[in-house]
């Protein structure tokens, strides 16, 4: 009898969750969309404050589809607006530009984390742009514990760019284009949650960034963590996700990189607004 009570329980609590597959901004869970469920999220970032002047807006539309109780997809429009002064520029230019890109996302759920000991989950994205290709993938390992919800994500990605070479040969200018692959970040990600309420949350997120590139190795380093607000509807259409995400150190200090943030690679300050709809 108490074994029927649970399963209905985790049953209700998979129902509620069916049409929401988040509720963090950063630190994704092993939640799926049920079949047939659509859900559309909108998020906006803002990352600021480096070295020198630097501002940066992102934007990402993404529509998101349960092809099977396990399997879910998305396809993602990307957007992103920086602003940023040279630090070597005595002149205080500010230099602005746009890059645009979209992305296809693949969720796979192995466990479930209210039924199973762990619930995990694999994940796979290849954004496009312009001049790049990105591939990234992650373990994702949650559990939920009454109130309580815990998540980890271990991430490693691959970043190629587009390499134009050209010579003169016979009085013309021969191109050769070519793919190189420049960097391959990783990135441990940590994050709880409280409910308040069923449809309200509080919690805190964690982010372990390193830079990594093909021709120096392990360059950057920072450790960021914040805050973040999950709001459900209660009919469990819509919600709202806040999270604020300062730079607390890094845990790499070289003669190179000698203060506790790293400024170069990193913002001082992240905070991500994302809104999402079920359909």
């Not at 010579?167 to 284009?177: D, L, S």
């Not at 995400?245 to 001082?268: C, H, M």
Request: charged share 25%.
């Amino acid at each position: 009898m108490r074994k029927s009570i649970l399963l209905f329980i985790a049953f209700l609590s998979v129902v509620s969750l069916s049409a929401q597959d988040r509720q963090f901004v950063h630190t994704y869970q092993s939640t799926n969309l049920a079949k047939g469920f659509r859900d559309f999220e909108v998020w906006t970032s803002l990352r600021m404050g480096k070295e020198s002047f630097y501002r940066a807006i992102d934007e990402r539309l993404e529509f998101e589809i349960g092809l099977t109780d396990r399997l879910q997809t998305a396809l993602y429009f990307n957007g992103t607006h920086q602003s940023f002064a040279d630090k070597n520029d005595s002149t205080g230019t500010i230099i602005s530009h746009s890059k645009f890109s979209i992305s296809s996302e693949w969720k796979l759920k192995l466990s479930d984390a209210t039924t199973n000991v762990i619930g995990s989950c694999l994940y796979g994205e290849a954004t496009i742009s312009g001049t790049g290709l990105e591939l990234e993938a992650k373990l994702i390992l949650d559990k939920h514990i009454d109130k309580h919800l815990i998540a980890f994500n271990a991430v490693g990605e691959w970043e190629w760019e587009q390499q134009v070479k050209g010579k003169v040969a016979n009085g013309k200018v021969e191109q050769t284009n070519t793919m190189k692959l420049m960097a391959y970040p990783v990135e441990f990600d940590l994050a709880y949650m409280y409910s308040i309420k069923p449809n309200l949350g509080l919690g805190l997120e964690a982010k372990d960034q390193y830079e990594i590139t093909t021709a120096d190795g392990l360059e950057h380093n920072a450790l960021l963590a914040g805050p973040t607000l999950y709001w459900n509807a209660k009919n469990s259409k819509h919600s709202i996700i806040i999270n604020f995400l300062p730079q607390l150190t890094n845990l790499r200090k070289t003669s190179a990189q000698p203060n506790s943030l790293d400024l170069d690679e990193y913002e001082k300050y992240q905070f991500r607004l994302l809104f999402d709809f079920s359909f």
